[in-house]
């Protein structure tokens, strides 16, 4: 299948600090690339469709101004957690689509202390 | 609103069939039954779908009822490595609402 990549896969930063998150599709080109979070023992969650060229959609509760996605590449999609706290802390992986199927990145550990 | 359910865990001795079953009752005529598992801090990895037919991949068997109301996944010979959270999502076929939606799964715990 086709391979999605993140990175980093783990980061730790200080409180008030932005950290981005990049996601890659590897062997394919992707118009389309979805950023989910998920908290401990819990499940994904959705946070955001990213598209290429246009501006992402967020899913209601998720704050576009602190969680910025740029999708300029159709092999490229970073989010950008501002201001970071640590609530913030989470497990958060993106996906991308390739011929109508969904392929997920290794994930990104963010740690705020 | 779920769109399916699942139970919460599951045990299954190494080497012998796990099959999880998931209810999809609301199911409609042009949603597919995807299967994703997500082993412990990595993302979630596609193991199967199906519309009405069962499947059968490298990975598992999906069967699914007559009515589309349930499935169930099969994987035939467990492994400790199979210990994860087994997802079933039912995605549209086309359309704009494409994303995948994960309810809570199933922890699936292979054991020796």
């Known amino acids: 299948g086709a391979v999605v990549s993140q990175h980093p896969s783990r980061v730790i930063c200080k409180s008030g600090t932005s950290v981005k998150i990049e996601c890659r599709s590897l062997?394919?080109?992707?118009?389309?690339m979805f950023w989910y979070r998920q908290f401990p023992k819990q499940s994904l969650m959705l946070m955001a469709t990213?598209?290429?060229?246009?501006?992402?959609?967020?899913e209601q509760g998720v704050e576009k101004d602190k969680f910025l996605i740029n999708h300029a590449s159709l092999t490229l999609s970073t989010l950008t957690v501002t201001s970071a706290h640590p609530e913030d802390s989470s497990f958060y992986i993106c996906?991308?689509?390739?011929?109508?199927?969904?392929?997920f990145g290794e994930g990104s550990r963010l740690t705020v202390l | 609103d779920a769109k399916t359910t699942q139970p919460t865990s599951m045990d299954c001795a190494e080497g012998r069939a796990a099959n999880l079953p998931c209810n999809h009752s609301?199911?409609?005529?042009?949603?597919?039954v995807y299967w994703y598992r997500q082993i412990h801090s990595q993302g979630p990895q596609y193991i199967i779908h199906?519309?009405?037919n069962n499947e059968t991949n490298e990975m598992a068997s999906l069967i699914i009822t007559e009515d589309r109301k349930s499935s169930t996944l099969i994987l035939p010979h467990a492994t400790l490595r199979d210990t994860a959270v087994y997802y079933c999502?039912?995605?549209?076929?086309?359309?704009?609402?494409?994303?995948?939606?994960f309810g809570s799964g199933t922890q699936l715990t292979v054991l020796p």
């Open positions: 199906g519309l009405k």
């Open positions: 999502i039912v995605r549209p076929s086309s359309g704009s609402a494409r994303q995948l939606t």
């Open positions: 996906s991308a689509s390739q011929a109508g199927e969904l392929f």
């Open positions: 990213s598209n290429e060229g246009s501006k992402a959609t967020y």
């Open positions: 062997d394919f080109q992707a118009t389309t």
């Open positions: 609301t199911i409609s005529g042009n949603e597919y």
